[in-house]
């Protein structure tokens, strides 16, 4: 009788973490970022809530410029209150910007910040020991901070930001 409770109490444990997996998941990889405190590694006269900010405009340059899938974006949640008057010329607009803050960022920040705040996928890496990989992704996380707050620059240079 004993064995079944254990059991019961185990999976009933289980059943809460992959829960909370999934309440987690349903999160932007920015966002989950953001609240672990990634976003503030390195010092500089931009905030964290001001990296975030500047992923979540990027984002939204991105699948606002893209007309076609508009109504197929999963990725990040997007504020529109009608899609019926969406025109493409407003499609025009962002992805033009989306384009502009691109070519801000050079490669090396370019490929993390694409992969976290577009593509909505963490950061990882390739290394096969456990302590190249924790310098690896610690690395990418620093690169992230500083493409980020070159968005930052770009955006409040052209007044978009807030």
Same mark, same amino acid.
């Given at each position: 009788?004993?064995?079944?409770?254990?059991?019961?109490?185990?999976?009933?444990?289980?059943? @809460?973490?992959?829960?909370?997996?999934?309440?987690?998941?349903?999160?932007?990889?920015? &966002?989950?970022?953001? @609240?672990?405190?990634?976003?503030?590694?390195?010092?500089?006269?931009?905030?964290?809530?001001?990296?975030?900010?500047?992923?979540?405009?990027?984002? &939204?340059?991105?699948?606002?410029?893209?007309?076609?899938?508009?109504?197929?974006?999963?990725?990040?949640?997007?504020?529109?209150?009608?899609?019926?008057?969406?025109?493409?010329?407003?499609?025009?607009?962002?992805?033009?910007?989306?384009?502009?803050?691109?070519?801000?960022?050079?490669?090396?920040?370019?490929?993390?910040?694409?992969?976290?705040?577009? @593509?909505?996928?963490?950061?990882?890496?390739? @290394?096969?020991?456990?302590?190249?990989?924790?310098?690896?992704?610690?690395? &990418?996380?620093?690169?992230?901070?500083?493409?980020?707050?070159?968005?930052?620059?770009?955006?409040?240079?052209?007044?978009?930001?807030?």
């Amino acid at each position: 009788m004993r064995k079944i409770i254990k059991n019961n109490v185990k999976n009933k444990v289980v059943d @809460e973490k992959i829960k909370n997996i999934d309440e987690c998941r349903k999160k932007p990889i920015l &966002q989950i970022y953001f @609240e672990a405190g990634y976003l503030g590694i390195i010092n500089s006269k931009f905030s964290p809530e001001d990296r975030k900010r500047a992923g979540e405009m990027l984002a &939204q340059d991105y699948y606002l410029g893209n007309y076609n899938s508009l109504q197929k974006s999963r990725f990040m949640p997007i504020n529109i209150h009608t899609i019926g008057d969406w025109t493409r010329e407003k499609s025009l607009f962002f992805k033009e910007r989306y384009l502009r803050a691109i070519k801000t960022l050079p490669i090396e920040f370019w490929t993390i910040v694409r992969r976290v705040c577009v @593509e909505d996928l963490p950061i990882s890496s390739d @290394e096969a020991s456990g302590t190249m990989r924790k310098y690896d992704i610690y690395h &990418q996380k620093i690169l992230l901070n500083y493409g980020l707050d070159r968005l930052i620059c770009f955006y409040y240079k052209k007044n978009n930001f807030f």
